[in-house]
């Protein structure tokens, strides 16, 4: 018997609803008739058909052990061009998990905006949560609780003080109340009874069709009755699909506030729209992106709209969104909607690209670099140039710190969770730094730098922030500098295979590219700032290699460094649209294998390479990490997810090199070959390798099999 949702003390009762298909499926009545233990049942008035027709993807569940089964589709994202802003791919956000932590704070954020916007939140009673699928598996190691119990505070995933996150986390649970919307406005959030141990639901074995990474959210007024519901997916990467609110008939019948038909609300109308922004209201977005114009706007401009691969249906989600190859007429349909887009609304991208073949057509077509044209597209979003430079500066400033954060933090600190894992980033960095002067790169840096900020100490706003003075402190710190033990040689001296001494071995790029990935990992890890790139898990690869080019190998760091964020964000848009950026979809390649894939891209265009170049670097990258599981230890983001983003780093500087060293023109293998490949193996991926902490590593250690998941209440 299928297990329904239940309030504590609630019954199942017979859905009121005069389908016997939905009635079969529907959870929401039996909320409704069954909120408050005790109290007279009060009928519902029959919803509307529009209200079913709402519900019908968001109140379905599917076993988990049934998993192959993927019913929901981003219909509408089948059309869609692969451009979505460099801000929203790479967005400051919190660790651990970009899916797990930073989507569902957003979530919790979105949800309560719909209810101001509704006029629900003032009647709001009691507030339910449930986390479905791999958000349940791997919830509390990856912090999901606490960022969804803040977002519902309203708090701001790129602002929120990232110490206040725990410490508001413990009072909630201890004080058992909840204050819907605390950062709004003074007088517009409202705080409620809220038990942890009650009102927050863990599904482990069951997941919503739409996405693993399911959230619903249900609100009763004080009578106990359905005021509203809603189901909103975490879809990698921190971009949120809002699953659209539900409200009760009977309470929009008595609201002060009209609701808006589906067609005209301004809330989104598609399940597919927000996939590709990261603002909690759809009218902040840049460039207002939305589905249906831009749908009109390429089905005209091409002549002959190219067909989904037969390889597209096959991920059955998010993942299968009709990429076309080269082969399969993309570029003219791509070159096409440039065409058109020259007549558009100044908020369409200048430059909508498909895929790789489409982005390398345009390129050549308007001789432009992949980081120019990613820029023209930027501002064609809206943003100015001076916003683009704060922005990507911002970007990069946050990447810098949350790699000082950990190379600063005690050497023998330990990071959260259960498996107790000490940073190793603090020593490694103190190893491959002693013996150096503080440099005086940032003095040569002109003053007004959006990369290069004034710190406090140079009058500026922002914190310390550079490798030189960490290092300098670490000089002057007690014990900074320490002799060598002289190591014991392990094994028998006398015999003829003699035994290897210890030594020390040094190879400085790896050593860098190693503990500047590791550091921020370890950042992620310990719940601190940074920012996804595209993901929280795979965070340290990009800054990894970008701190390596400024530090080690630019000439020019104010040219490299937009160069790269730029570069990388196009690729990263590629498997967005192509494949997924999301573990829960494509397990770990869809993580460390594509930041690989992106770095790699990013490092070639600044070493000067061609599109077509940058694209090979890209493919070798992601080639090496097809079928790269994800699962981690305890259900924490820490292992195996912080040394493999070291090797990430090295890889995507080993693919670039690759490519750079390559003749133009001759790989087999194409980026968009390989992001297909890489949809084909999500497709056929075990549910236990994608985020689940269900098998692999995750099982595989007897002594840290763990288990996952457990609320700590
Ligand atoms: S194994 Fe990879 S995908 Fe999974 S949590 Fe770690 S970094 Fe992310």
Redesign the pocket.
Known sequence: MRKLLLPRGGTILPCRSSSPALAARCQLHTFATTAKPGQARRQLAPWRPTSIRRLRLSTTTSRWDAGEEETGTYSEADHEHAVISTFDLFSVGIG??SS?TVGPMRAGNIFIADLVEADLLRRVHRLRVSIYGSLAL?GEG?MTPSALLLGLESADVGTVDTTHVPERFAEIKNTKKLFLGRALARGAGREIDFDYGRDFIWEWGRKLPLHSNGMRFTVFDADGYVLATNDLFSVGGGFVVNGALSINPDVQESSSVTIKDDAAAAHPADLAENMYYKEIRRSDAAGGRKTGAEVKLLDDASATPAPPPPAAAALGSGADSGDVSATEGGDDAAVDAEAASDSAPSQKPRYPFHNASSLLSLCNKHNLTIAQLVYENEKSHGYTDEEIYQKLGRIWQVMDDSILESVQAPEDSILPGSLKLHRRAPALYKRLTRGLYASRTRDATPASSPFFPKTKAEGGSLPQSSSTTTLARMQGAPGAISRRQHARVHGALDHPIAPSPTRRTTFPAMDYLTVYAMAV?ETNAAGGRIVTAP????AGIIPAVLKYTIEFLSDDPERDIPTFLLTAAAIGMLYKRGATIS?AEG??????GVACSMAAGAFAACMGASPETIEQAAEIGIEHNLG?????VGG???????E??ALGAIKAISSANLALSSVTGTQKIRLDDAIRAMRVTAKGMRNEFK?TSLSG?ATSVPFLNIPVSVPDC
């Open positions: 651990p998990s797990h791997t990856h990992n993901t929280n898990g795979a573990a397990g770990c390649m869809a993580e460390v790269l599981t994800c699962d981690p924490l983001v820490q292992a195996p997810c912080i493999r983003n985020e590593l």
